[in-house]
C-alpha cells in the first residue's frame, strides 16, 4: 500500500514543485519591474545605463 500511495502522490509532488518554481520567477521578474520602475521615477524617468565594453548606452542599450 505504501509503493501504491507514493505512485500516486509523486507525480502531484512533482507538478507542485513546479508550480512553485515558476510562481517564484513571475515574483522575481514582477519585483524587478518595480525596481527599474521605482529607478526610472528617482532618475528623470530614464532608465539605467547598459553598459557596451566600458560605455553607457544611455537611450539605446539593449538589455540582453
Same mark, same amino acid.
Request: with cysteine; glycine share 10%; proline share 6%.
Given at each position: 500500500?505504501? /509503493?501504491? !500511495?507514493? /505512485?500516486?502522490?509523486?507525480?502531484? !509532488?512533482?507538478?507542485?514543485?513546479?508550480? /512553485?518554481?515558476?510562481? =517564484?520567477? !513571475? =515574483?522575481?521578474?514582477?519585483? !524587478?519591474?518595480? /525596481? +527599474?520602475? %521605482?529607478?526610472?521615477?528617482?532618475?528623470?524617468?530614464? %532608465?539605467?545605463? @547598459? @553598459? +557596451?565594453?566600458?560605455?553607457?548606452?544611455?537611450?539605446?542599450? @539593449?538589455?540582453?
Amino acid at each position: 500500500t505504501i /509503493a501504491l !500511495l507514493s /505512485a500516486i502522490l509523486l507525480p502531484a !509532488l512533482g507538478k507542485t514543485k513546479e508550480r /512553485a518554481w515558476a510562481i =517564484n520567477c !513571475l =515574483n522575481n521578474q514582477k519585483q !524587478l519591474v518595480l /525596481a +527599474f520602475g %521605482m529607478y526610472a521615477h528617482d532618475n528623470n524617468d530614464v %532608465m539605467p545605463p @547598459y @553598459y +557596451f565594453q566600458g560605455v553607457p548606452q544611455w537611450g539605446g542599450g @539593449y538589455w540582453t
